[in-house]
């Protein structure tokens, strides 16, 4: 009798969870506010979260970047060809770069490595009584711990956007000019005629967007974290995986929005 | 029905300085707490006693508002505590430190940095003065050779009194200790007695000890609380809980289960 009854009440429980876990993103949010405007903003702490995101996260942003940068000029340079497109192909990763791939790329590996780091970091701290210890201090630990990550988070998303673009166009301009022979008049003219700042722009703000997502997720899983080392791993998984599917979802919605703003296609 | 009592009404009625009224807390469908009354007066130390998992470290964390209660009120130095919220605890955590059972140490500071971080935190910026007041800590712990050391490198018994020495840094009028001598060999257990006790009596310091060493509760106590199916079951000084005649209290002073073999 229970398992049809339970199966009943799922969608329900499901719905009513996740009504809770936004509830709870929204209080941690504006805990964020409230030490965001208390300006005690501990510079030294942001700067070490600089060096751990921002500074920690190059190679593994660089190498997705560049990869991802190759091998769509690669897969594109064929099928172009065949319609004798193929000097457009620098136009078309250009933009396809700055737009999507690049926050994007850059967003799911910070989510992995960073996100999974503070929730771990958070996490230990909140089972080991870490973090009550700052309570007792009467150190209040989304400004502690949270804000920090937050503001460094800020600082270096866009630099690592950035990079996720420069190394896929320097490895897409690399593909077309070494390895099919393209003269690399072509791939440039038509990448700097094709690619404007509005794309950059739009980069940038989901640079900034899926930051902040995955510093609330993440440093979220962490301080809910319980039940020892199970918990922190569990929490550590939660936060990589929700951090991942919610940046993708938001991208989306993002891009259509973006769209109406800064619409494709206008120089 | 009767008004909540008022900070003012609490501070005059006598010299209390922690007053636990109807202290009611439920995890899930268990209920750990079912109405503690518990008083405690300037300067007294109180260990709290009783079987694991009847709610001692709970009581303690509502004490500092580390837990909210269901129902009931905690009064602490005059404040009304379950009606603080969050970010208005900082006076209250002022006057009153605790130690955690593990220390809580941060992992990433040494133990000058751990000692320190109250005083840094409190908005001391005075790198000389800190210096002063940490060696000054470390030595009534005797940890005063030990300032560059990571938690990881210390002892189960040194980083409990990194913990004190954290604790008493801001010269808190009350310390919480969670268990300060479970996982301690005797000579370190007597080690940490000693420093309650000198916290006593230097300081005038007003304590609360959850402990299982009864050794210690005969040795530091001016009262023993013991906690029983989410009650008070006794309160009394060490002398009436070794002279009850109550059978769960006899049974947990002296290490007696009802489990034969």
């Keep these: 009798m ?119 970091d958070i996490g230990t701290m909140k089972v080991t009584e870490q973090v009550d210890a700052l309570r007792v201090m009467g150190v209040h630990p989304v400004d502690y711990l949270v804000l920090p990550r937050f503001l460094a988070m800020m600082v270096s998303m866009p630099f690592l956007v950035a990079e996720s673009v420069s190394f896929g166009l320097i490895a897409s301009y690399m593909v077309t000019s070494v390895g099919y022979d393209m003269p690399s008049a072509w791939y440039l003219t038509h990448m700097i005629d094709h690619t404007n700042m509005e794309d950059l722009t739009i980069g940038m703000i989901k640079g900034f967007v899926f930051g902040m997502l995955i510093t609330l997720i993440s440093c979220h899983q962490g301080l809910s974290a319980e039940n020892g080392a199970v918990g922190v791993g569990a929490g550590t998984t939660r936060a990589v995986v929700i951090s991942s599917l919610v940046l993708l979802i938001v991208n989306f919605f993002l891009s259509i929005a973006l769209n109406y703003i800064f619409p494709i296609g206008t120089v | 029905m009767a008004a909540a009592p008022s900070m003012s009404q609490n501070t005059a009625a006598d010299d209390s300085f922690i007053e636990l009224r109807g202290l009611h807390k439920r995890f899930g469908r268990q209920e750990i707490l079912c109405g503690i009354d518990l008083t405690l007066k300037h300067g007294e130390t109180l260990c709290l006693i009783g079987p694991s998992g009847e709610g001692k470290t709970v009581t ?158 005969f040795k530091i106590s001016s009262r023993v609380a013991m906690l029983y199916r989410g009650k008070i079951h006794f309160l009394g000084t060490p002398e009436q809980l070794r002279a009850s005649s109550d059978s769960v209290v006899q049974d947990f002073i002296n290490g007696r289960s009802d489990v034969t073999g």
């Design chain 2, 60 to 217: 303690m964390k509502h004490v500092i508002g580390l837990l909210r209660p269901d129902s009931g009120d905690i009064f602490v130095a005059g404040m009304h505590v379950n009606k603080l919220k969050e970010r208005e605890m900082a006076p209250l955590r002022q006057k009153v430190g605790m130690l955690f059972q593990g220390g809580a140490l941060f992992d990433r500071m040494t133990v000058e940095e751990n000692v320190a971080f109250p005083l840094w935190e409190s908005g001391l910026r005075d790198r000389a003065e800190i210096k002063r007041r940490v060696l000054e800590a470390l030595e009534a712990v005797d940890l005063a050779e030990h300032l560059h050391k990571y938690p990881t490198s210390l002892s189960g018994g040194m980083r409990k009194r990194t913990g004190i020495a954290r604790a008493i840094i801001c010269r808190s009028e009350c310390i919480l200790y969670d268990e300060p001598n479970s996982g301690l060999d005797p000579i370190g257990s007597d080690i940490i007695d000693q420093m309650i006790l000198r916290m006593q009596k230097r300081y005038g310091v007003t304590s609360i000890v959850v402990t299982h060493d009864m050794r210690s509760v």
């Design chain 1, 2 to 120: 229970d398992a049809p009854v339970g199966l009943l009440t799922l969608p329900g429980r499901t719905f009513l969870h996740f009504l809770t876990y936004l509830g709870q993103l929204s209080a941690l949010m504006r805990e964020l506010t409230i030490a965001l405007r208390s300006r005690v903003w501990r510079l030294k702490l942001v700067a070490q979260q600089i060096v751990a995101i921002g500074y920690g996260s190059q190679a593994v942003v660089i190498v997705t970047g560049a990869f991802t940068g190759a091998v769509f000029t690669f897969q594109s340079y064929a099928k172009f060809k065949e319609f004798g497109f193929e000097t457009t192909v620098g136009a078309v990763v250009s933009v396809a770069l700055c737009r999507e791939l690049g926050p994007v790329l850059a967003g799911l590996m910070v989510a992995g490595r960073v996100g999974a780091a503070m929730a771990a």
